[in-house]
């Protein structure tokens, strides 16, 4: 078993720098105009060649309510029927991606995500999935990966009957925080019992795997007042949690600028309810896979960073990074081989290419050889915590030590900080490097140095 991370205060106030979460490498900021629906429909044709498995991501953007931390790509509307033209241009999505694939190729996992996936009606969810089984290949067995974003307040025992019907099998619930005067400030009030009726009926339902997500560094937060919703979160025995540091960039993300930044806890209450956490979370037996989430020892993620098969992403830590990922919706990403494509982040945009026949690619990007290498690396660190120097020099005909020569001597300095062992042999991220593991992959970025560091969210 992997050992337990540790808490080094000075090491952290050194590399609490802002940088990428490496859901992808290169990152999205990354993505340019040259890559478009060309580039698309040749990663399709060759993915269908080779009959690799697929991962469906469905973005549904709509909301009833505003939560002011958000970072989503979101439309806020208390009207249902917005929901209608959205859809079927979706479907018009769905058709004329699933026609450049294979019917053999498997959909091993499924992701609605949002925005309130639960936002639509009954007849337009069953609508949906009943269009995704017409054109892609689900499996019927309740042996994939299918998931769905939840928000209590707009589910009830009915709709999560409903997602079991139609072949969800976990589900990912927002909660953020149960301090009510902290969800006054950022606008989402929601209960421990309307939260406790969802989990309820996921386990009575016998889906496989509920996540919360928590956010410390919201305004009005301390210290105790987060432990108190910690504690509350582990007694609902979430089999997975995934625990944010809450980025304020309001001059990005316009409802950020209705939080007032003087009721935003200072950094070292911030780094005070993070330590915390990880003492809970670790007394009650969760282990720290990485990048803020947490799973309990018998959960398929921590199985598999034990087997060091962990992979990383768009959806975050998965199990089936080797599936070919096809974002579908407004401002969905896929993942196509060497192909990142994102469709157009503005909805009107999006709707109008399609109602024209046509898909919505606007940007993206294809990896050269440079990327590939330090892709693999970068996966290897962000998953396992390790990285052996002779597998990615077979991978790619390279001598690690060379090609990586002028980075010797930051990895040096990381190591004499004990945020990393290196050897002859590679690198192992110590305990007191795992929670600054965004650091060490930052050294292996070579498109950082021109990038804005104030897009990116802090590693704590």
Not at 206 to 218: A, K, M, P, T, V
Request: proline fraction near 4%.
């Amino acid at each position: 078993m992997l050992d337990a991370i540790r808490w080094d205060t000075d090491l952290i106030r050194r590399y609490d720098l802002a940088g990428p979460r490496y859901t992808s490498y290169p990152t999205a900021v990354q993505f340019h105009s040259q890559v478009g629906t060309f580039d698309l429909l040749h990663a399709l044709r060759e993915s269908r060649k080779a009959l690799r498995p697929l991962s469906l991501y469905v973005h549904v953007p709509f909301c009833a309510n505003i939560c002011y931390y958000c970072a989503c790509n979101k439309v806020i509307t208390k009207d249902r029927g917005r929901a209608l033209p959205y859809l079927q241009r979706l479907e018009q999505e769905i058709q004329l991606i699933a026609c450049h694939l294979d019917p053999g190729q498997k959909v091993e996992q499924l992701h609605f995500g949002g925005g309130t996936p639960t936002f639509l009606s009954h007849d337009e969810l069953r609508q949906l999935m009943a269009h995704l089984r017409q054109h892609f290949n689900l499996l019927d067995d309740d042996s994939g990966d299918y998931g769905i974003e939840i928000d209590p307040r707009e589910a009830d025992w009915s709709t999560m009957g409903l997602l079991r019907e139609l072949g969800f099998n976990r589900v990912s619930i927002g909660l953020q925080d149960l301090d009510p005067a902290v969800q006054r400030a950022v606008n989402r009030l929601q209960s421990l019992e309307e939260t406790r009726a969802v989990i309820e009926a996921a386990r009575t339902l016998q889906f496989r795997s509920i996540n919360i997500d928590l956010i410390y560094g919201l305004p009005k937060q301390t210290p105790d007042n987060f432990a108190r919703t910690v504690e509350e979160v582990i007694n609902l025995q979430p089999d997975r949690l995934s625990v944010f540091n809450y980025a304020h960039l309001p001059e990005r993300f316009m409802p950020q600028r209705r939080i007032n930044s003087h009721e935003l806890p200072a950094p070292a209450e911030k780094l005070q309810m993070l330590q915390r956490t990880i003492e809970q979370l670790t007394a009650a037996s969760y282990r720290y896979i990485g990048m803020d989430h947490f799973a309990l020892p018998d959960d398929e993620l921590a199985i598999a960073q034990e087997e060091s098969t962990l992979q990383r992403n768009f959806q975050g830590y998965t199990t089936h990074g080797h599936c070919d990922l096809i974002g579908l919706g407004v401002s969905a990403i896929s993942q196509i081989g060497d192909l990142y494509c994102q469709n157009s982040s503005d909805l009107t945009q999006y709707q109008n290419l399609l109602g024209g026949a046509q898909l919505a690619t606007s940007r993206g990007l294809v990896c050269n050889q440079d990327d590939r290498v330090r892709r693999a690396v970068i996966q290897q660190l962000i998953c396992n915590f390790s990285l052996d120097f002779e597998a990615i020099e077979q991978q790619f005909n390279i001598d690690f030590r060379g090609y990586f020569g002028e980075l010797w001597p930051q990895l040096q300095a990381m190591a004499e900080d004990s945020l990393i062992k290196l050897s002859n042999e590679g690198i192992e991220v110590l305990p007191a490097g795992r929670l600054l593991v965004r650091s060490v992959c930052m050294v292996f970025d070579a498109y950082l140095e021109q990038q804005n560091r104030q897009r990116f969210s802090r590693v704590i």
